[in-house]
Nanobody, 115 residues
């Protein structure tokens, strides 16, 4: 069983930065990728960024050039560095681990971008 715990969300002004963290515990075999998704009020959950087991990254067009996904394998932690934040980035951000036999989600962390 895998548990994912996000942290680092909060209130930030437009143009500001935040770094989200996702600490993973437990064991999973056949990991395909880890990633960040977000869900704004009244909208569907959407992909923000992913990083494959081999280190390949993928970003939503809306965050390219502003967000950076990374991981620290020694700490079993996934990160999302978010710069130049916009009000439309306001959402609950979820960490996801996609493995061969199951997908796991964290509980989410709220990011609010507002002046």
């Amino acid at each position: 069983q895998v548990q994912l715990v996000e942290s680092g969300g909060g209130l930030v002004q437009p143009g500001g930065s935040l770094r989200l963290s996702c600490a993973a515990s437990g064991r999973a075999s056949g990991i395909g990728y880890m990633g960040w998704f977000r869900q704004a009020p009244g909208k569907e959950r959407e992909l923000v960024a992913t990083i494959s087991a081999g280190g390949n990254t993928n970003y939503a067009d809306s965050v390219k050039g502003r967000f950076t996904i990374s991981r620290d394998s020694a700490k079993n932690t996934l990160y999302l560095q978010m710069n130049s934040l916009k009000p439309e980035d306001t959402a609950v951000y979820y960490c996801r681990l996609s493995a061969a036999i199951a997908n796991y989600w964290g509980q989410g962390t709220q990011v609010t971008v507002s002046s």
